[in-house]
């Protein structure tokens, strides 16, 4: 389904769709665990890979409802395995700032600022994530309105909820507004019911899923980078 305009927002989620999020998050984890060896030795040689896993296990299975809420999972996990292992479970404040902190250093995509600056004179533009990257401190938040997240929200992509949030910020109709994203369930088909407009960034550096029943572009259009994108909505005329 083709892009239909006037647009007058553009709601953009920002994991691998802005930044590569894999090598950030394992920057991040390498951060904390130093932090974990030098105050909680012994967190440090239990916080395996596996361990963090099974503990997240636990966790999502007592509190279904916490889900959505990266932080509060990743706080919690950190006050567990402090407890397991002996170590004072009131340094998990600290460990998680320590990871968070770590989590904004990201790495934008080449193309992020030039179009961020453009549509941002054209757009109001709105972050949707269900992660906890915080674009005032990767330093995005001049280009933005606002920042709609799932642990602020209370629920997550694909919930309608999300979407509307965004477009209240906004101060747009879900129809003049067009949601950008890597994932073709939690942005395109979740946008798209929400009654937003969608377009799938599919990153060449990334693997992505293939979509059911007609491809994606049954559902919107594809582009591979946001130069891309942004020469889709604003062709230039034959004559420059």
């Known amino acids: 389904m083709p ?24 920057a991040a984890e390498a951060t904390l665990a130093q932090w974990l060896r030098a105050r909680a030795p012994a967190t440090a040689t239990a916080f395996t890979p596996q361990a963090r896993l099974a ?12 889900a959505h809420d990266m932080s509060w999972l990743r706080r919690e996990l950190l006050r567990r395995a402090l407890i397991q292992a002996g170590d004072p479970p009131d340094l998990a404040d600290a460990a998680f700032e320590v990871f968070l902190a770590a989590r904004q250093q990201v790495t934008l995509y080449p193309d992020v600022l030039p179009v961020l600056q453009r549509w941002s004179q054209r757009y109001r533009l709105v972050a949707v994530t269900n992660g906890n990257a915080d674009i005032d401190a990767i330093g995005l938040g ?7 997240s799932a642990h602020d929200i209370g629920c997550a992509k694909p919930d309608p909820r999300m979407f509307h ?6 101060g747009t109709d879900p129809a003049a507004t067009l949601h950008v994203g890597d994932d073709f369930q939690l942005d395109v088909r979740a946008a798209r019911a929400a009654g937003l407009q969608a377009a799938w960034l599919r990153r060449p550096d990334l693997k992505h899923e293939t979509p059911p029943d ?21 062709p230039r005329s034959p004559l420059g």
């Open 165 to 170: 949030a965004a477009c209240a910020l906004a």
């Open 214 to 234: 007609g491809g994606a572009h049954a559902d919107a259009p594809a582009f591979d980078s946001l130069h891309a994108m942004d020469a889709h909505l604003h």
């Open 3 to 26: 892009i239909v305009h006037p647009l007058e927002a553009i709601t953009l989620d920002l994991d691998d769709t802005l930044w590569p999020v894999l090598p950030t998050l394992v």
């Open 55 to 66: 503990l997240r296990r636990q966790l999502l299975a007592e509190s279904p409802e916490r």
């Open 142 to 148: 001049p280009y933005f309105t606002g920042c709609v």
